[in-house]
T-cell receptor, first 113, second 113 residues
Framework: SAVISQKPSRDICQRGTSLTIQCQVD?????MFWYRQQPGQSLTLIAT?????????ESGFVIDKFPISRPNLTFSTLTVSNMSPEDSSIYLC??????????FGSGTRLTVV | GENVEQHPSTLSVQEGDSAVIKCTYS??????FPWYKQELGKGPQLIID?????GEKKDQRIAVTLNKTAKHFSLHITETQPEDSAVYFC????????????FGKGTRLSVIA
């Protein structure tokens, strides 16, 4: 399966600032998926990122708040903009590679103070 | 869209006993059903998956069963060990590599030594 390097692993940020999370995959993949996991909750899809086109956002998530870049087939970033304490969550990227299943990064644990 | 229900939300078993977690899904187009284990501070790890052309799959102490007619699938862990303690998530998708997973709400399994 593909190996995902996600960073930072954790951060504490001031409200009103932005944080960019990076995901690097060791193989070329068509789609990358970004999820949010609020404290004690399940994973909720934020958006799907395809290389060369704008990301597709799920209901409740907007590009101005969560801009995503996908410059090539192995890399993507998610920015959490103008943060508030409600954005404190774990953010995860995921890919599917060659039919062996969906792999997740180790996550970015974000605390907004 | 797809909706995945997972039960129970918490489960405590004695070491050596079996644990069963059940999920139902709503979209008959779904054909891929993975299970993930998430330990504290880590991303979800795929432990087993099943596709709709198979009714049961086993990997050592872990097995998954699928009933497509009833739209439900279950995770069975036998001879539980303390290291099985974690949060388990079921998920579903119409597997194509370009379709994201939809997750259940998770089950916190505690194995008591």
């Amino acid at each position: 399966s593909a190996v995902i390097s996600q960073k930072p692993s954790r951060d504490i940020c001031q409200r009103g600032t932005s944080l960019t999370i990076q995901c690097q995959v060791d193989s070329q993949v068509t789609m990358m998926f970004w999820y949010r996991q609020q404290p004690g909750q399940s994973l909720t899809l934020i958006a799907t990122a395809n290389q060369g086109s704008e990301a597709t956002y799920e209901s409740g998530f907007v590009i101005d708040k969560f801009p995503i870049s996908r410059p090539n087939l192995t890399f993507s970033t998610l920015t959490v903009s103008n943060m508030s304490p409600e954005d404190s969550s774990i953010y995860l990227c995921s890919v599917e590679f060659q039919g062996v299943g969906y792999t997740f990064g180790s996550g970015t644990r974000l605390t907004v103070v | 869209g797809e909706n995945v229900e997972q039960h129970p939300s918490t489960l405590s078993v004695q070491e050596g006993d079996s644990a069963v977690i059940k999920c139902t899904y709503s979209d008959s187009a779904s054909n891929y059903f993975p299970w993930y284990k998430q330990e504290l501070g880590k991303g979800p790890q795929l432990i087993i998956d099943i596709r709709s052309n198979v009714g049961e799959k086993k990997d050592q102490r872990i097995a998954v069963t699928l009933n497509k007619t009833a739209k439900h699938f279950s995770l069975h862990i036998t001879e539980t060990q303390p290291e099985d303690s974690a949060v388990y998530f079921c998920a579903a998708s119409s597997y194509s590599g370009n379709t994201p997973l939809v997750f259940g709400k998770g089950t916190r399994l505690s194995v008591i030594a």
